[in-house]
């Protein structure tokens, strides 16, 4: 990562962080009606999206709104460095990893690789237009989705964000899995051909 990255990043994190609550209700709101708007929602299956920690969109809302048929998962770290994702529901019981973000606390055996999902909803720290996402910076999603790079969905990759994490251009490494969407409070950008 370089000085610049590392700027953006430290700059996108405050921005997000600053956003008053009644704007953050607001957007996870909109953003939650912008993913139930998808034609590639599913109507049954496993469906990921984030604990929201350090200032990211939360997305209860959506989850709140899932067909019957879905089910929503929480990222679990495994340790060969790749996510593995949990059925969660509110008040089931959690445990905190080693970032300090609460994980579902279930026996790895139940644990669901990434290409069993339909959907999983990203959190991200900054994007663009072309749908070039900028994390966190360690990598796990692009490790866990890396085989995205060979084929087309599913899952179909979505990043969360408010509008204010939008830059106006960032550069992809080559391991960077794209997405195939973005959602935030004020727009929708279909960033993959077929999305």
């Not at 997305?59 to 060969?80: E, F």
């Not at 900028?134 to 990759?157: K, T, V």
């Not at 960032?170 to 794209?178: H, I």
Request: hydrophobic share 50%; charged share 25%; glycine share 8%.
């Amino acid at each position: 990562m370089t000085d610049d990255r590392a700027a953006l990043r430290r700059e996108l994190r405050e921005r997000r962080r600053a956003m008053p609550a009644a704007a953050r209700i607001a957007a996870a709101e909109a953003v939650a009606g912008r993913l139930q708007a998808f034609a590639w929602m599913p109507e049954r299956g496993y469906v990921a999206g984030y604990w929201a920690m350090d200032g990211e969109i939360a997305l209860h809302a959506w989850q709140l709104r899932l067909p019957k048929g879905v089910i929503y998962c929480l990222p679990v770290l495994g340790d060969d460095e790749l996510l593995r994702f949990a059925p969660w529901r509110p008040g089931d019981p959690l445990v905190t990893n080693r970032y300090g973000i609460p994980e579902p606390d279930i026996s790895p055996s139940s644990l669901l690789e990434a290409d069993a999902l339909a959907l999983a909803v990203l959190p991200l720290v900054g994007f663009d237009s072309a749908g070039n996402r900028l994390g966190m910076g360690a990598g796990w999603y692009d490790r866990s989705f890396a085989f995205r790079r060979e084929r087309s969905a599913p899952p179909w990759l979505v990043g969360a964000a408010f509008a204010a994490q939008r830059v106006d251009a960032l550069s992809a490494a080559a391991w960077d899995v794209p997405l195939d969407a973005v959602c935030s409070e004020t727009e929708t950008l279909l960033t993959a051909p077929g999305a």
